[in-house]
C-alpha cells in the first residue's frame, strides 16, 4: 500500500509545529522513507500519527517517539498546556503544581518542559530535585499544598516506554470527569511550537520530610532483620534505603546489577516484578545472604514485592498475599476509631473477613488507585493485587512501594522475635477465613484496540459453569466481566497500562479440618479454572 497523502500532510504539519530538532529529523526520516514506497515505514508512520495518546488509568503512556502517537515534547507541550487550562478552569489559576521524573529515557527533558509550560501559564512551579519516586511526588502535592502534581514516568512499562501521571488537589490521581476536561482542552490546544514557555521553576531543596514520615511508621519495637532490596534498575534504591535506616532497620543488602538507575533495564526482561524471572537476582542474593525478607521495587517505585523462605526455598508472594499480610497487620496494631481497608474488584475477597473481625469497614472499588484513595472517610489501608499498596493514604494518596516496604519490615521483624514468618501469618489466615486462591491467565496483544472486542464477546456470551460451580455474570463496570458462583469468581477487563486483557481468578475454599487438603483442593480447582479461563480467552 502506498502512503496516503492524507496521512504524509498529517506528519508534514506535525514535524512543522514539532518545537524538538531530534524529533522532527526522526519523523521526517520515516516521512521519507514511507514516501519512498517502504511498506514498513508507512505502518510504522500510521502508528506514529494515529490520534494522540489518551488518558488510561494512569495518565498518558506510550513508546518514546516522535509523532501524535507517543511520547515526546510536543506531546507534553500539548498535554501540559491542557493541563494547564483545566487548572484554570477548575479555580486553581497560580497555584503550585509539583513536576517530578523517573530515569527512564526523555524523562529529564518532558518534566523540563511540562515545567516550563506550566510556569508561562502562571503556575508555582515546583521541581523534584532529579529523578525519584513517583511516592516522592505524591507526597510533596499534599505536604506543599499543591494544586495538582505531575509524575514524568511509565512505572513498570518496558523500556521503550514513558507516560505522564496527573494528581489532582487532593494529592490523588485524577478521575472523571477531570481527564475528560484535561483531553478537550489538549485537543483544543494550538500546536506544541506556539505554546508559551518560560523557566523559573524552583527545585524542591529537601525532600527529607517524606523519609521522615515513612519512618513513624512502624508499630513493632523489634528491628532484628536482614533484608534483600532491588529497585530493579529504577530511582527507588537509594530513598528506599533511607527510610528503611530512617525507621531502624539498618542490614539492607541491594542487588548491586539492579541498583543504579538504568532507562535499558538490561536484567530483566520486563521490569515489572510480577513478570517471571524478574526477581530471580533479589531471590538469588536473599539465599546467598540468608535475608529474613526480599523485597522488589518496580522502576518508579510506587510498587512493592515480596520475597519469602517458604520451607527450603524463596518465593515472591503473589499481590493478595502481601496486601492480606500488610492489611491484616495494621488493623491488629492500630487505634484509629472506625477504619476503612479497600480493595478492588479484581483482588482476593479475603480482606473484607479481614477487616470484618477486627470490627473494621471494607470497600470495594474499580480497578486503579484513583479509585482506591477515594473510597470513603477513614482509609487507613487500600491494596491492589498488581503489587500496588496505600500504608500511609494520609499523606501518599497512592500506592506507595517504599512505605508498604518500610511496613513489611516491621511486620517481618515482629513476627521473627517471636519465631515466626509470614507464611505462617498466611497460614493462619487461611484457617480462620478459608484459603483464598488467586492467579492470572493473561493474552498480550500487538495493539490496543484488540482488547476491547474480546471482553464484548465474554460478556455478550458467558459461560454458565467455571470450574464445576454455576456462575453469573455481574459485571461492575462496562468494560469489566465479573463471573461468580459459589467459591469460584473471574474477573476479566482489558489492562489500563498494556495491550493485555487480563482475567483474575479466585477460589475460596473452607478450612474444615486440616490446612493441607483444604490447599490441596483449591489448588486442583485453581488448575481446573485456569484451563478453561484459558480457553475461553483463547477461543
Known amino acids: 500500500m502506498s502512503l496516503p497523502s492524507e496521512l504524509r500532510d498529517r506528519a508534514f504539519r506535525w514535524i512543522a509545529d514539532d518545537p524538538d530538532t531530534a524529533a522532527r529529523?526522526?519523523?521526517?526520516?520515516v516521512t521519507a522513507r514511507a514516501m519512498g514506497g517502504d511498506q514498513?515505514?508507512?505502518?510504522?508512520?500510521?502508528?506514529?500519527?494515529?490520534g494522540t495518546l489518551t488518558f488510561g488509568t494512569a495518565g498518558l503512556r506510550g513508546p518514546v517517539r516522535a509523532g501524535s502517537n507517543g511520547m515526546n515534547r510536543a506531546v507534553v507541550i500539548r498535554a501540559t498546556h491542557g493541563v494547564?487550562?483545566?487548572?484554570?478552569?477548575?479555580?486553581h489559576a497560580g497555584g503550585t503544581v509539583v513536576?517530578?521524573?523517573?530515569?527512564?529515557?526523555?524523562?529529564?527533558?518532558f518534566a523540563q518542559a511540562a515545567a516550563e509550560v506550566l510556569t508561562a501559564a502562571g503556575f508555582v512551579?515546583?521541581?523534584?530535585?532529579?529523578?525519584?519516586?513517583?511516592?516522592?511526588t505524591a507526597f510533596h502535592v499534599r505536604a506543599l499544598g499543591a494544586v495538582a502534581g505531575i509524575q514524568i514516568t511509565a512505572s513498570h512499562n518496558p523500556p521503550a516506554d514513558n507516560g505522564y501521571k496527573v494528581y489532582a488537589a487532593d494529592g490523588a490521581q485524577i478521575v472523571p470527569p477531570d481527564d475528560g476536561l484535561i483531553e478537550t482542552a489538549i485537543r483544543a490546544a494550538p500546536p506544541a511550537i506556539s505554546v508559551p514557555a518560560a523557566p523559573g521553576a524552583?527545585?524542591?531543596?529537601?525532600?527529607?520530610?517524606?523519609?521522615?514520615?515513612?519512618a513513624t511508621l512502624p508499630r513493632g519495637t523489634s528491628r532484628d532483620l536482614r533484608v534483600a532490596l532491588t529497585p530493579m534498575?529504577?530511582?527507588?534504591?537509594?530513598?528506599?534505603?533511607?527510610?528503611?535506616?530512617?525507621?531502624?532497620?539498618?542490614?539492607?543488602?541491594?542487588?548491586?546489577d539492579q541498583a543504579?538507575?538504568?532507562?535499558?533495564?538490561?536484567?530483566?526482561a520486563f521490569p515489572n516484578p510480577e513478570e517471571p524471572g524478574a526477581a530471580d537476582l533479589l531471590l538469588a542474593l536473599a539465599a546467598e545472604v540468608d535475608a529474613d525478607l526480599a523485597i522488589a521495587l518496580d522502576p518508579d517505585a510506587d510498587r512493592c514485592a515480596l520475597g519469602v523462605r517458604d520451607g527450603d526455598r524463596w518465593r515472591m508472594l503473589r499481590g493478595d498475599e502481601t496486601g492480606v499480610l500488610l492489611g491484616s497487620h495494621l488493623l491488629s496494631t492500630m487505634d484509629t476509631p472506625n477504619p476503612l481497608v479497600a480493595t478492588t474488584v479484581v483482588s482476593s475477597s479475603m480482606l473484607a473477613p479481614i477487616a470484618a473481625a477486627h470490627g473494621a469497614r471494607h470497600a470495594e472499588t474499580l480497578t486503579g488507585f484513583k479509585w482506591l484513595m477515594r473510597a470513603g472517610e477513614g482509609l487507613v489501608f487500600a491494596y491492589e493485587e498488581a503489587l500496588g499498596l496505600a500504608v500511609d493514604p494520609d499523606f501518599v494518596r497512592d500506592k506507595d512501594g517504599i512505605s508498604a516496604a518500610v511496613v513489611a519490615c516491621d511486620l517481618a521483624a515482629t513476627l521473627k522475635a517471636a519465631g515466626r514468618t509470614l507464611p505462617d501469618v498466611l497460614d493462619d489466615l487461611s484457617v480462620r477465613h478459608g484459603v483464598h486462591l488467586t492467579d492470572q491467565v493473561s493474552l498480550r496483544f500487538e495493539d490496543t484496540a484488540a482488547t476491547a472486542p474480546l471482553v464484548a464477546s465474554l460478556r455478550a456470551a458467558p459461560p454458565s459453569t467455571l470450574a464445576g460451580v454455576e456462575v453469573t455474570q455481574d459485571n461492575p463496570a462496562q468494560d469489566i466481566v465479573r463471573l461468580r458462583g459459589e467459591g469460584v469468581r473471574v474477573v476479566v477487563r482489558p489492562s489500563g497500562t498494556e495491550p493485555k486483557v487480563k482475567a483474575y481468578l479466585e477460589v475460596v475454599t473452607p478450612v474444615t479440618a486440616e490446612l493441607g487438603p483444604a490447599k490441596a483442593e483449591a489448588e486442583t480447582r485453581m488448575a481446573t479454572l485456569r484451563d478453561e479461563v484459558r480457553e475461553l480467552l483463547e477461543a
Open 99 to 109: 513536576v517530578g521524573r523517573d530515569a527512564r529515557h526523555g524523562s529529564e527533558e
Open 84 to 91: 494547564a487550562q483545566w487548572l484554570a478552569y477548575t479555580g
Open 260 to 268: 543504579v538507575p538504568d532507562p535499558d533495564f538490561p536484567t530483566v
Open 233 to 256: 534498575h529504577g530511582v527507588g534504591g537509594e530513598t528506599a534505603v533511607a527510610a528503611l535506616r530512617a525507621a531502624g532497620f539498618t542490614d539492607v543488602r541491594v542487588v548491586m
Open 25 to 29: 529529523t526522526e519523523l521526517q526520516q
Open 202 to 214: 524552583v527545585p524542591v531543596g529537601d525532600v527529607s520530610a517524606y523519609v521522615t514520615r515513612i
Open 125 to 136: 512551579v515546583r521541581t523534584m530535585p532529579g529523578p525519584l519516586p513517583t511516592p516522592v
Open 40 to 50: 514498513q515505514a508507512v505502518d510504522d508512520l500510521a502508528d506514529r500519527m494515529n
